[in-house]
């Protein structure tokens, strides 16, 4: 559950990107490179209890799970899985975030609408 303690929890600046679509020569929409949408405050915070048999797993693969919190705003409710995050705060090298998590879920923890809530995961390919 998000932690409703003010703007202060949210300590981390990240960046929602999506793919953007292009035309082929062909004319026809393919997929193409993402795309940052907007950058807001987040509180990003690394998943160690629940099921540990799955967080330890997913270590052994080089992979960490976090919860991203974030404000309700209709930017925020319109990410879905689809997209991408990466740490702002960390930028980019030669075009390519330094820290990428891929969105697994987002959902509504409280059901007032005041945080949106996102498993993300650190080490996977997108």
């Given at each position: 559950?998000?932690?409703?303690?003010g703007a202060?929890?949210?300590?981390?600046r990240?960046?929602?990107?999506?793919?953007?679509t292009?035309?082929?020569?062909?004319?026809n929409?393919?997929?193409?490179p993402?795309?940052?949408?907007?950058?807001?405050s987040a509180?990003?915070?690394?998943?160690?209890?629940?099921d540990?048999e799955?967080?330890?797993?997913?270590?052994?693969?080089?992979l960490?799970?976090?919860?991203?919190?974030?404000?309700?705003?209709?930017?925020?409710?319109?990410?879905?899985p689809?997209?991408?995050?990466?740490?702002?705060?960390?930028g980019?090298?030669?075009?390519?975030?330094?820290?990428?998590?891929?969105?697994?879920?987002?959902?509504n923890?409280?059901?007032?609408?005041?945080?949106?809530?996102?498993?993300v995961?650190?080490?996977?390919?997108?």
């Open positions: 559950m998000a932690v409703r303690s202060g929890s949210l300590n981390a990240v960046t929602f990107q999506r793919r953007g292009t035309l082929d020569t062909y004319q929409p393919v997929l193409g993402f795309e940052d949408v907007f950058t807001i509180r990003l915070q690394p998943k160690f209890g629940g540990v799955a967080v330890t797993a997913a270590r052994l693969a080089a960490q799970p976090y919860n991203l919190i974030v404000r309700s705003c209709s930017d925020t409710r319109d990410v879905t689809a997209w991408r995050v990466y740490d702002a705060r960390k980019m090298v030669d075009g390519v975030p330094v820290r990428l998590f891929n969105i697994k879920t987002s959902v923890p409280d059901e007032r609408s005041q945080y949106v809530e996102m498993l995961v650190e080490g996977e390919s997108s």
